[in-house]
């Protein structure tokens, strides 16, 4: 989705914010940490990521930027930069007024491109596009910052809705070893994480 320059700015502006620290006791022997809250007190990183987003969302067909309850920020900043309409999907229905799952004017069959930062859990991101649809809209596709990797991404195309991301863990982890932000020590203790984690979830299965 982008090159490779845009995709290094991303990766440096994300660690220099503190979105991303390599950390070296943490209880549960993970690795690192991607803190993506963080970017709502960045404006100015927020806005490149908007600046990224809409260079991939652009050439699609749609009407309206849908930002979910937990990431309004992100589709908020597209919206007021590219002056685009925006409507935002609640968590639960309203105990009041229209108690209504979905703010914001639109109306049936208007298409819809939704934004968020990652895809945390396919499950609640598959009910947010579901109230989407069940309020009569078409869901042209989602655009996410960070694939953590794990199939998540996979499991929203494999109901059927494009789903794509600016960058990957790889993106990430490559780019702050070429720079010197990590040591050859941690990116190799990243891997085996994630080698580990592999092992652990084939098992479940």
Sequence with gaps: ?????????????????????????????IPYEIRLQYLTSQPKIL?????LLWSTIKNETFDLIAGPYTDIPLATTISLEHNWPMIFIRGERK??????????????????????EEVSDPADTLQLLGRLEG???????????IDRGQGKLQKIRNNGF???????LSDIFLRLFETGKISSEQLNRTREYFKRKLTRDLNLL
């Design 95 to 116: 105990r009041y007024g229209m108690e209504k799952l979905i703010e914001g004017n639109y109306n049936i069959d208007q298409k819809v491109i939704v934004v968020d």
């Design 162 to 168: 494009k789903c794509d991301a600016l960058i990957n």
């Design 1 to 29: 989705m982008l090159d490779i320059k845009s995709k290094q700015k991303l990766v440096d502006l994300l660690y220099k914010s503190g979105a991303i620290i390599f950390t070296k006791n943490s209880p549960n022997n």
């Design 135 to 145: 309020s009569g809209l078409n869901i042209i596709g989602l655009f996410v910052l």
């Design 47 to 51: 806005s490149f990521v908007a600046k």
